[in-house]
């Protein structure tokens, strides 16, 4: 089956340390994308990709890093300097105009 | 740059009563609109679209949504809800300008009572 995965499900972060959620498409989609998921707050858009190798800041980037070496894969950096890291961390991909498919998504925490 | 409203941040409703949820967008130019549904401990699936045609749209599990260009709306209908319909629901907008990216509304999280 085709989708989307998103690893790993939870993921904890000691203070100063940079940890990397992974997402991989098997759709064959150009676009991918993610996004920070808080309370009350929706979807923030934190980075997004339109084709390899290239990627543009959403509304939340400081903080966090992105690379588009593939087109399946799309990894996410949180590094140290996002100092609110705590959230649930979602990735979709889509294809132009197209609905966009999601991720089970990375809760991610600090101890 | 583009924003969606969703003014309704929780819902309670008995089983069977009709839902309706509001959805209002700001952006000068022609859209494509979503509305998702996120069911608990579940990942975000697509519950219906508009691209252009027919202003009223049907969705999955019995939803529809209208848009309403002049007031820049697309609120998501259900004549009978059941509580399986529990959920978070996310409106969301992406301009025809070219640039892919897709803003959410802030979501209503929606509560059935059986």
């Known amino acids: 089956d085709g989708g989307i995965t998103q690893s790993p499900k939870y993921l904890f972060r000691k203070e100063g340390q940079n940890v990397t959620l992974s997402c991989e498409q098997n759709?064959?989609?150009?676009?991918m994308y993610w996004y920070r998921q808080d309370p009350g707050q929706g979807l923030r858009l934190i980075y997004y990709?339109?084709?390899?190798?290239?990627?543009q800041k959403g509304d939340i980037a400081e903080g966090y890093s992105v690379s588009r070496e593939k087109k399946e894969s799309f990894p996410l950096t949180v590094t140290s300097a996002q100092k609110n890291p705590t959230a649930f961390y979602l990735c979709?991909?889509?294809?132009?105009?197209?609905?966009?498919?999601f991720g089970d998504g990375t809760r991610l925490s600090i101890l | 740059a583009q924003s969606v409203s969703q003014h309704n941040h929780h819902v309670i409703l008995s089983e069977a009563a009709s839902l309706e949820l509001g959805c209002n967008y700001s952006?000068?130019?022609?859209?494509?609109l979503f509305w998702y549904v996120q069911y608990p401990g579940q990942h975000l699936q697509l519950l219906l679209k508009?691209?252009?045609?027919?202003?009223l749209v049907k969705g999955i599990k019995g939803f529809e949504a209208e848009f309403i260009k002049s007031k820049f709306s697309f609120n998501l209908r259900k004549p009978s809800v059941q509580w399986s319909d529990t959920a978070e629901y996310f409106c969301?907008?992406?301009?025809?300008?070219?640039?892919?990216?897709?803003?959410f509304g802030t979501g209503t999280r929606l509560t059935i009572i059986p």
């Open positions: 952006y000068g130019g022609t859209v494509n």
């Open positions: 759709l064959n989609h150009d676009a």
């Open positions: 979709a991909s889509s294809n132009h105009g197209q609905p966009q498919h």
């Open positions: 508009y691209f252009s045609g027919d202003p």
């Open positions: 990709s339109q084709i390899v190798n290239d990627f």
């Open positions: 969301a907008v992406i301009p025809f300008s070219g640039n892919e990216k897709l803003t």
